[in-house]
Nanobody, 124 residues
Framework: QVQLVESGGGLVQAGGSLRLSCAASGRTISNYAMGWFRQAPGKEREFVAAISWSGRTIYYANSVKGRFIISRENAKNTVWLQMNSLKPEDTAVYYC?????????????????WGQGTQVTVSS
């Protein structure tokens, strides 16, 4: 079983940037797609971005397309989410997740390992 630990969250002004990291331990993630999800208070957990095991297939939610970039380095067992031009509506707890296969997917039930989350707060 893989353990995922997110870091890099914090408080930032609107228009600013943050880079989230997801460090995996326990097993390699190189064979698995990885994803980022977020959950704001009182809302359902929503898909943000996903990357296939090779990095060749990437998906973004429409709400973050053009502003966020997901990347991975399998040799470091790490995935990142670069968040630019942040908006107050990006405020949420952000979760890293490992998929059940190497195919990039966008629904939470296709992921079987989750981190504990990191808080991102964007002030207006």
């Amino acid at each position: 079983q893989v353990q995922l630990v997110e870091s890099g969250g914090g408080l930032v002004q609107a228009g600013g940037s943050l880079r989230l990291s997801c460090a995996a331990s326990g097993r390699t993630i190189s064979n698995y797609a990885m994803g980022w999800f977020r959950q704001a208070p009182g809302k359902e957990r929503e898909f943000v971005a996903a990357i296939s095991w090779s990095g060749r297939t990437i998906y973004y939610a429409n709400s973050v397309k053009g502003r966020f970039i997901i990347s991975r380095e399998n040799a470091k067992n790490t995935v990142w989410l670069q968040m630019n031009s942040l908006k107050p509506e990006d405020t949420a707890v952000y979760y890293c997740a490992s998929a059940k296969s190497g195919v990039a997917v966008t629904t939470p039930y296709e992921y079987d390992c989750w981190g504990q989350g990191t808080q991102v707060t964007v002030s207006s």
